[in-house]
């Protein structure tokens, strides 16, 4: 079965750190791929997206993501992160063959200490 | 509002009562999808409807799981003769277009908790 796997639940950070969250996915056809993100008390929403070209992808709030097919990751970063990116992570791939099916991860708990 | 809104936010029920969850989408959004969250989990899929087709309900647990959109606007996720494996999150989100190729817009969800 399709799945997606984010490798940490949970993630804590001083301001200014460099943050990395991963996701992989099991699927051997072309992927589309999502990252959202929900503030505490909030919906969720759209961080960044990936449908074809760049593998680097740029996102809001300095965010960025590079997909690399033949390790069928997608993984989140950002140089520098801050109090208020404190938010629940969630990677989503869906399968071209679905034109609407989203897989999604588990999600990430990031906390940043101020 | 602009976005999609849920309601109720918040939900108890007693194992056996029928519950209603209603989901308003934004104005203009083709595409409506229902998904479960439990905790801890990501969302996991129900149902989807493209205006007031039904085109996928796989993702629904079981037959006491209905959902419509009579209208191809607001949608309602009936669960009769809830159970505790029912408690959960439900998020309801809506897309201009399918899915895939449209940002999903998200309402805060409707909490569910069975005793």
């Known amino acids: 079965a399709q799945s997606v796997s984010q490798h940490n639940h949970h993630v804590i950070l001083s301001e200014a750190a460099s943050l990395e969250l991963g996701c992989n996915y099991s699927?051997?056809?072309?992927?589309?791929l999502f990252w959202y993100v929900q503030y505490p008390g909030q919906h969720l929403q759209l961080l960044l997206k990936?449908?074809?070209?760049d593998p680097l992808v740029k996102g809001i709030k300095g965010f960025e993501a590079e997909f690399i097919k033949s390790k069928f990751s997608f993984n989140l970063r950002k140089p520098s992160v801050q109090w208020s990116d404190t938010a629940e992570y969630f990677c989503?791939?869906?399968?071209?063959?679905?034109?609407?099916?989203?897989?999604w991860g588990a999600g990430t708990k990031l906390i940043i200490k101020p | 509002g602009a976005g999609v809104s849920q309601s109720p936010r918040y939900k108890v029920a007693k194992r056996g009562q029928d519950v209603a969850l209603r989901c308003d989408p934004i104005?203009?959004?083709?595409?409506l999808f229902w998904y479960q969250q439990a905790l801890g989990q990501g969302p996991e899929f129900l149902t989807y409807?493209?205006?007031?087709?039904?085109?996928?309900k796989s993702g629904l647990p079981s037959d006491r799981f209905f959902a419509e959109r009579p209208e191809g606007s607001v949608s309602t996720l009936k669960i009769q003769r809830t159970q505790q494996e029912d408690s959960a999150v439900y998020l309801c989100a809506s897309s201009f277009s399918g899915g895939s190729t449209g940002e999903l817009f998200f309402g805060e969800g409707s909490r569910l908790t069975v005793l």
């Open positions: 699927y051997g056809g072309t992927v589309n």
């Open positions: 104005s203009g959004h083709v595409s």
């Open positions: 409807f493209q205006n007031e087709a039904q085109l996928d």
């Open positions: 989503a791939v869906n399968p071209r063959d679905s034109n609407y099916q989203l897989i």
């Open positions: 990936y449908f074809s070209g």
